[in-house]
């Protein structure tokens, strides 16, 4: 293997003997990579380095840490196009899908390079004469990161700018099955001026560098964003370490679509929400919950678009839908298809694996009805393009229907009447409700994050990302 893009160590790029191949999901035969494989000892040597670095980095003004960040967020912008295009080789979303990806990861450096300034404390009257009680916010120390796959850049952005932005180090591992656009971002930031030690990446596998960052007692806390099952092995081990957490999971999020909707609107919503990117989104709108009235025109007109797609490799202009991310997770795909069929559901378009003038994982997006909510195709996230329809007589069984699951990321609802989206908007058991659009798509600025087992501790992105990545001091002093 020749040309093994390293793991950025103490400000050294560090390799090492393991490496692992990245390839394109559109195209088997295209190598994005080789990166290295991180082993126990080289975490190890990451987080004494970002230890190290951390006394330093804490101490610096939020003025160069800003300047910094803002720096990396120009670069970034910058190099849109070409990172766009690398998430798109290495992850399989189409190329427009894979710039906009860039380009949110570049604003949100933007963002927390001013965030870093505008960090304030309060001052509150002591029921003491003559204390004065001072509430101020201290950076936690080394942070640990770890990252999915499916939003190679956005995800690690929105960990790394708030953690740097208020004064912690970090060590970081993405996903084993897109290094790719990590290293560049970590390319960018050792560009931007970042002093060494304060940003480390660790490449190779979760049960491997994960676990190893997650064990470590000089760790000071861990943003994880994966799976419900992986989450809640990090959030043990986190706790019995004694770390703070932050765990953002899976969803099965409810697309709540009324009579009275706009039939354009929710067909729009539910074609989107559930399918772009590949459907590949932990916000995906992958339930559809759909009322009597309105049931037979949506589920036609939403699969006479679904039909119209354009399955191919992301990079092919016109392409509306990129591969799925790999074999495992195809496997995943279509065992759940097989699964909603023996369940009694109607597969009304789609869900059949495709041929395309490259060898990759094509799979044609899938559209069940018949479907009712106590069936598994309901019940668990598949995190593919498949989508199922619930159908409903009215708004209160619709507002129960999208309630009744153990997840609560996100909630839709499509719908002309007042009166039911702000119902909705008030009783969704969801940390994200949508009216009138799809499921998935936030702002980078507004806190996001999830309830029940979606999501555990504090919000990420916005303002609210300080809750996690400081920790409140109280002083009192009495001044005589
Ligand atoms: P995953 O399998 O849970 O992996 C997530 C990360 O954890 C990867 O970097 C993985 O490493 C690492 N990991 C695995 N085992 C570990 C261990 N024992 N200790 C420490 N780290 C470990 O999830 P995924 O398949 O990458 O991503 C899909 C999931 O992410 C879906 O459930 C989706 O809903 C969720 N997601 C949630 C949000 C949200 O904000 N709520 C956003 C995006 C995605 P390797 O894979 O490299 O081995």
């Known amino acids: 293997m020749a040309d093994i893009h390293a793991n950025l160590i103490g400000g050294e790029w560090t390799t090492s003997t393991n490496a692992s191949r990245n390839i394109n999901p559109s195209d088997l035969s295209d190598v994005v990579g080789d990166y290295a494989q991180a082993d126990d000892a080289q975490t190890e040597a990451a987080i004494d380095a970002a230890a190290a670095a951390f006394p330093g980095w804490a101490a610096a003004s939020p003025q160069r840490r800003g300047d910094i960040l803002d720096a990396a967020g120009s670069a970034i912008l910058a190099r849109k196009d070409e990172l766009g295009r690398l998430l798109s080789r290495e992850e399989g979303k189409t190329l427009a899908e894979g710039i906009g990806e860039a380009t949110r990861a570049g604003q949100i450096f933007k963002y ?28 936690l120390g080394v942070v640990g990161l770890i990252t999915p796959w499916n939003f190679p850049i956005a995800i690690p952005a929105w960990k790394i700018a708030p953690a740097l932005a208020y004064g ?20 960018i930031l050792v560009q931007a001026g970042l002093p060494a030690g304060v940003f480390n990446l660790v490449m190779g596998r979760g049960s491997v560098v994960g676990e190893a960052i997650v064990a470590s007692p000089k760790v000071a806390a861990i943003s994880f964003t994966g799976s419900v099952s992986t989450g809640r092995r990090i959030g043990a081990r986190a706790f019995e370490t ?29 074609l989107n929400g559930a399918f772009f990117s590949t459907g590949q989104r932990c916000t995906a709108s992958s339930r559809l919950v759909v009322a009597d009235g309105i049931h037979d025109r949506f589920v036609a007109a939403l699969a006479e678009k679904m039909r119209a797609l354009k399955i191919d490799h992301a990079l092919k202009p016109g392409t509306d839908i990129g591969p799925v991310v790999s074999s495992d997770q195809l496997e995943q795909d279509l065992r759940y298809i097989a699964i909603a069929r023996e369940e009694g559901g109607r597969l009304v378009t789609g869900g059949e694996r495709l041929s395309r003038e490259t060898e990759g994982y094509y799979l044609a997006p899938a559209l069940f009805t018949e479907t009712d909510n106590a069936m598994r195709i309901n019940r668990e996230e598949v995190f593919g393009p498949v989508a199922s329809v619930v159908r409903v007589r009215d708004y209160e069984e619709a507002l129960a229907v999208a309630n009744d699951t153990e997840f609560g990321l996100s909630a839709g609802i499509c719908t002309t009447s007042l009166k039911h989206a702000t119902h909705f908007k008030r009783h969704a058991q969801a940390g994200m409700v949508m009216v009138n659009l799809p499921t998935a798509g936030v702002d980078p600025h507004a806190p996001f994050g999830g309830r029940k087992g979606s999501s555990y501790g504090a919000r990420e992105q916005g303002s609210y990302a300080r809750e996690f990545y400081t920790t409140v001091k109280t002083a009192y002093v009495f001044g005589g």
């Open 168 to 187: 912690n180090t970090v060590v970081m591992k993405p996903a084993d099955a897109v290094p790719g656009s990590s290293w560049a971002l970590a390319e």
């Open 112 to 139: 927390f390079a001013g965030e870093a300034l505008r960090l304030s404390g309060e001052r509150l009257n002591s029921t003491r004469p003559g204390v004065d009680v001072e509430i101020t916010r201290e950076p």
């Open 242 to 270: 004694g770390k703070k957490f932050q765990l953002e999971m899976g969803g099965k999020n409810p697309l709540v679509v009324l009579d009275d909707a706009d039939l354009g609107t929710a067909v729009g919503a539910a």
